[in-house]
């Protein structure tokens, strides 16, 4: 069992960034892949981002140039550094390690004017 925590959620006006943390309890050069989800209200959860244990990443289009996936063995966390946010990007966000069925509680991001 790994523990996952997010953070860094937040209200933040379009065009602004946010740095979301995944804090594991486990020491992430020891895990998967960590990918980043999200679920928009009266939407299904997505997919965001991925890494993998390797450094290799990628991103569904429409956060692709926007936003960076990386994961720190040093701090055990996982980031997802959000830039350029749009209205569209509203939604609460999860980190998981990839097929472990191990997830965080979310952290909310709400881009809004």
């Known amino acids: 069992q790994v523990q996952l925590v997010e953070s860094g959620g937040g209200l933040v006006q379009p065009g602004g960034s946010l740095r979301l943390s995944c804090a594991t309890s486990?020491?992430?050069?020891?895990?998967?892949?960590i990918a980043w989800y999200r679920r928009a209200p009266g939407s299904q959860r997505e997919l965001v981002a991925i890494?993998?244990?390797?450094?290799?990443?990628n991103y569904r289009d429409s956060v692709k140039g926007r936003f960076t996936i990386s994961r720190d063995n040093a701090t055990n966390t996982a980031y997802l550094e959000m830039n350029s946010l749009k209205p569209e990007d509203t939604a609460d966000y999860y980190c998981?390690?990839?097929?472990?069925?191990?997830w965080g509680q979310g952290t909310q991001v709400t881009v809004s004017s």
């Open positions: 890494i993998t244990r390797a450094g290799t990443a």
């Open positions: 486990r020491s992430v050069y020891n895990l998967g892949a």
């Open positions: 998981t390690v990839a097929g472990s069925g191990w």
